[in-house]
């Protein structure tokens, strides 16, 4: 019933920038927490950003500084900028949405199927 779906992904240069877009739609009463996790082969998923229905932003070290997470409610959408990618940031992204389908709903957890980042020269 909701559906997210990633865009933005693709092969760029050590020292480029990516902009990753992720689009609910379906059945959304209301957002709550937003996050990028990524996977890289033969490693375990990993969280690279969250964002707060308040705007709070969490990052691992590994990120910090050069990844940013942002929400655009009215569009149902988070975004992750990267910049300043290495080799070490290719992986799998996937975006996962909290949010509630109805007043009367449980929260519920979301994945989009992933799209591919790939750093090299």
């Known amino acids: 019933q909701v559906q997210l779906v990633e865009s933005g992904g693709g092969l760029v240069q050590p020292g480029g920038s990516l902009r990753l877009s992720c689009a609910a739609s379906?059945?959304?009463?209301?957002?709550?927490?937003m996050g990028w996790y990524r996977q890289a082969p033969g490693k375990q998923r990993e969280l690279v950003a969250h964002?707060?229905?308040?705007?709070?932003?969490n990052y691992p070290d590994s990120v910090k500084g050069r990844f940013t997470i942002s929400r655009d409610n009215a569009k149902n959408t988070v975004y992750l900028q990267m910049n300043s990618l290495n080799p070490e940031d290719t992986a799998v992204y996937y975006c996962?949405?909290?949010?509630?389908?109805?007043?009367?709903?449980?929260?519920?957890?979301?994945w989009g199927q992933g799209t591919q980042v790939t750093v090299s020269s």
């Open positions: 379906g059945s959304i009463y209301r957002l709550n927490a």
């Open positions: 996962n949405v909290d949010l509630y389908e109805g007043r009367w709903s449980a929260l519920r957890s979301y």
């Open positions: 964002i707060t229905s308040g705007g709070t932003r």
